[in-house]
T-cell receptor, first 114, second 114 residues
Framework: DTGVSQNPRHKITKRGQNVTFRCDPISEHNRLYWYRQTLGQGPEFLTY????????KSRLLSDRFSAERPKGSFSTLEIQRTEQGDSAMYLC????????????FGNGTRLTVT | GENVEQHPSTLSVQEGDSAVIKCTYS??????FPWYKQELGKRPQLIIDIRSNVGEKKDQRIAVTLNKTAKHFSLHITETQPEDSAVYFCAASMPKSSGDKLTFGTGTRLAVRP
């Protein structure tokens, strides 16, 4: 499968713990996006990278959230001091830079904070 | 920022009938409008997209129409089949040079009755 890969698929953690998710985009894609999706809602934009540069962050991304893409390939999303409100599906997507390139999503990481 | 509204939230049709889902957007600078299908527990998958220089696009049983003046676009599925049952999301984004994050609608749950 050469699509977007996310790990882990599921994560259950206790409130206050830190968690880290990984995304491996389609190899030739230089843009990588993180979205959050809660039940019954559409995905909400969190942040995106072009190569290793983080170009935009949503106001949804509080200071407990940090994302990196150190070598312009895979990306990690870390949530510190998790809260119950962080429970959601975290989706990663990738695309080419050019205007005709659509976003391809991964299967997501479902986070449950107890 | 961009705001996308989607209607209806649920839609039930008889197999073989047509289904129509409508979306409106707020930012006249948006120029890219994809539609994603999401089955339970799976990734959003692009089914069709349209750009602002085109008024209509068709791919087999699926078509999308765009009215830039009114800032609305619609998804049409003809000859619906049970496997079309899923949640459908519309989205809008501005040109990639302006930061191309997708803003999603809240989704339409389509049920096709056999």
């Amino acid at each position: 499968d050469t699509g977007v890969s996310q790990n882990p698929r599921h994560k259950i953690t206790k409130r206050g713990q830190n968690v880290t998710f990984r995304c491996d985009p389609i190899s030739e894609h230089n843009r990588l996006y993180w979205y959050r999706q809660t039940l019954g809602q559409g995905p909400e934009f969190l942040t995106y990278f072009q190569n290793e540069a983080q170009l935009e962050k949503s106001r949804l991304l509080s200071d407990r959230f940090s994302a990196e893409r150190p070598k312009g390939s895979f990306s990690t999303l870390e949530i510190q001091r998790t809260e119950q409100g962080d429970s959601a599906m975290y989706l990663c997507a990738s695309s080419f830079w050019d205007s005709n390139s659509p976003l391809h999503f991964g299967n997501g990481t479902r986070l449950t904070v107890t | 920022g961009e705001n996308v509204e989607q209607h209806p939230s649920t839609l039930s049709v008889q197999e073989g009938d047509s289904a129509v889902i409508k979306c409106t957007y707020s930012d006249s600078a948006s120029n890219y409008f994809p539609w994603y299908k999401q089955e339970l527990g799976k990734r959003p998958q692009l089914i069709i997209d349209i750009r602002s220089n085109v008024g209509e696009k068709k791919d087999q049983r699926i078509a999308v129409t765009l009215n830039k003046t009114a800032k609305h676009f619609s998804l049409h599925i003809t000859e619906t089949q049970p496997e079309d049952s899923a949640v459908y999301f519309c989205a809008a984004s501005m040109p990639k040079s302006s930061g191309d994050k997708l803003t999603f609608g809240t989704g339409t749950r389509l049920a096709v009755r056999p």
